[in-house]
């Protein structure tokens, strides 16, 4: 059983480029790295890798609805263009060790689906980024 602290989130905070989409969105996720470099040479008794390019992802699922400043707009402009800025934390605008700010920059959104629904359900969006590079910021 776990008996370190656990992340409940409740108030993570969305931006895409200026637009704050934190009250549009219901469910964010956000995935760093680095690409794995194989550096195996003769006389290695196992692979060996060092680190390489970043890696980021971010998959936003958020409510979808249409007009000036709407999940549907905000996404059409970022389409396609490769220079998208993500600002992600997960409790509120206020960066320390326990809420960490997340910038991607030059993120590209390559498609999404701005119209999705059935009859009885909200209509909601994905919108997935990929690439650029992302830095962490503690300070407050």
Known sequence: MATTATT????PTVLIGAVDVTAMCSGATLTVGFDSL????FGDSGHLYVKG???VSVELTMFNFF???SAEATLFAAAGTGTTTLVISPAG???SATNPEY???NAMMAMF???NGAVGELSTVTASFTGGTFARDITP
Do not use: K, V
């Not at 409940?8 to 108030?11: D, G, H, S």
């Not at 194989?38 to 040479?41: F, L, R």
């Open 67 to 69: 007009g000036a400043g």
């Open 38 to 41: 194989e550096s195996t040479s």
């Open 113 to 115: 689906t701005p119209i």
């Open 8 to 11: 409940y989130l409740a108030n």
């Open 93 to 95: 605008a206020s960066e």
């Open 53 to 55: 390019l970043q890696s």
């Open 103 to 105: 910038t991607i920059t």
